[in-house]
């Protein structure tokens, strides 16, 4: 079975906080990315990443940074936690883009910012 | 720049009705698309790619390139099809994002 697996399944954070959200697929997928799931708002891509050391910004990338070391691990880092990045944020991995590639999740990691 | 748009947020049905969830995309070149579920507390999972030209628990979805729509359906929904559907579509290439729409709550009652 392919394994998505987020380091945290729920945190609370204080605002101004330097947040770190873990990431690490055991696939050897080339592509990895971070999303915040929001209701009504759908899934929206924070930031990818289809190399190690490389990533690009997604839509909505303020106010994050990311981090891709080695391949299996992709960081999502809130450099200063704000409330308005209370959310459920997913990662995902897959191969590189094409129509038979499948994008696998992690079980999630609700972050409240207080 | 790349678009999924879903317009409805909730759709209600009666067991045995038929079902149709509505995806229209936006993309210059040749869009590869797909559905996205996910049942309550389990993982976001692919149901079904438009590539495979497949059905999938009863699901078929057909890409129309002139009306830009891979609208989901089903000829006659289960109780076990409540769920969150996310259409989504990516481009072929290894930079590719890939981008889903705002979702679309599918509730069918007994």
């Known amino acids: 079975d392919v394994k998505v697996t987020q380091s945290s399944r729920y945190l609370v954070k204080r605002t101004g906080e330097k947040v770190f959200l873990e990431c690490v697929q055991d696939?050897?997928?080339?592509?990895m990315f971070w999303y915040r799931q929001d209701p009504g708002l759908g899934l929206r891509l924070i930031y990818f990443?289809?190399?190690?050391?490389?990533?690009e910004k997604g839509d909505i990338p303020e106010g994050y940074s990311v981090s891709r070391e080695k391949k299996e691990r992709f960081s999502l880092i809130l450099e200063s936690a704000s409330t308005n990045q209370t959310s459920m944020y997913l990662c995902?991995?897959?191969?590189?883009?094409?129509?038979?590639?499948?994008?696998?999740f992690g079980q999630g990691t609700r972050l409240t910012v207080v | 720049a790349q678009r999924v748009t879903q317009p409805e947020k909730l759709l209600s049905v009666f067991k045995g009705a038929p079902v149709e969830l509505k995806c229209n995309y936006s993309?210059?070149?040749?869009?590869?698309l797909f559905w996205y579920v996910q049942y309550s507390r389990q993982r976001l999972q692919l149901l079904l790619r438009?590539?495979s030209r497949e059905s999938i628990k009863g699901f078929t979805a057909d890409l129309n390139k002139g009306e830009t729509s891979f609208h989901l359906k089903k000829p006659f929904a289960q109780e076990e099809d409540s769920a969150m559907y996310y259409c989504?579509?990516?481009?072929?290439?290894?930079?590719?994002?890939?981008?889903f729409g705002k979702g679309i709550t599918l509730s069918v009652r007994p």
């Open positions: 995902a991995s897959s191969t590189p883009g094409g129509g038979e590639t499948e994008a696998f």
């Open positions: 696939m050897d997928h080339e592509n």
């Open positions: 990443s289809y190399d190690v050391k490389m990533k």
């Open positions: 993309y210059s070149g040749s869009p590869e």
């Open positions: 438009h590539i």
């Open positions: 989504a579509l990516s481009v072929s290439g290894a930079n590719s994002k890939l981008t």
